[in-house]
């Protein structure tokens, strides 16, 4: 979308003020086609006669000819040109050109974004064989075996304590690793949305730095 630019001391143009509002909003309306259709301030028949019906005109004979003798317009081979457009307004070569450039920063930044948004994956669960836990039974000695009959008797600890000491002490372990992976997940997370925050505050940047050469509006012509 391409703007207007009009002096902010335009509506006291005595050249203006003597053709009245009337002509002045014609010229003003045209002006303003032209620059949304990129004539460089031509202007067909047709394209007048588009206007006169979207203001419903009944003529816009009169109008124009005031424009005419003024020397704001001037006749052509194929209707008319608004005189001196170029002067305050940016040819369509310009325009064009301005915006193929904006094109192709954008799509090089987006290209970019996405080449480094590649989220880091949490690593795998650790299951009990990866820990190097062995589990051991405790042998049963059997009501056979002499030599144990004639051993003293040593307190040993029951198979269901030593089972159960063994449980809490796994139990343990994967708590130690499970607390110190949900950390180090946390720490991922936290930094994948510092940089995420980063390239939306670069984008949004990008959006609202003004290109060299675009149009503004500057009230008036």
Known sequence: ????????RFYSQPV???????????????????????TDGHLTEADVEYMRNLYRLPTAAPLIDKLLSAGRWQRTTTGYEIVGFLDDQPSRQKVMANREATRRRVA?????VTADSDVTPLPPART????????????KH???????????AVQQPSTKATAAS???????????????????AAARLAANARRDLLRRA??????????????HVVPGA
């Not at 059997?142 to 004639?150: K, P, S, Y």
């Not at 670069?202 to 149009?215: D, F, S």
């Open 1 to 8: 979308m391409t703007w207007l630019k009009v002096s902010d």
């Open 16 to 38: 203006l003020t003597a053709l009245g509002l009337e002509v002045v909003g014609l010229h003003v309306v045209a002006m303003n086609y032209c620059a949304d259709q990129l």
């Open 108 to 112: 090089a930044f987006r290209n970019a």
């Open 128 to 139: 009990r064989a990866q820990t190097g836990r062995v589990t051991t039974k405790t042998p």
């Open 142 to 152: 059997g009501a056979g075996n002499q030599d144990h009959a004639t051993q003293p």
């Open 166 to 184: 063994k449980k809490i002490s796994a139990r343990d372990d994967d708590d130690k690793y499970s607390r110190a992976a949900a950390r180090a």
């Open 202 to 215: 670069r984008l949004h940047e990008l959006a609202r730095r003004p290109v060299k050469g675009l149009l």
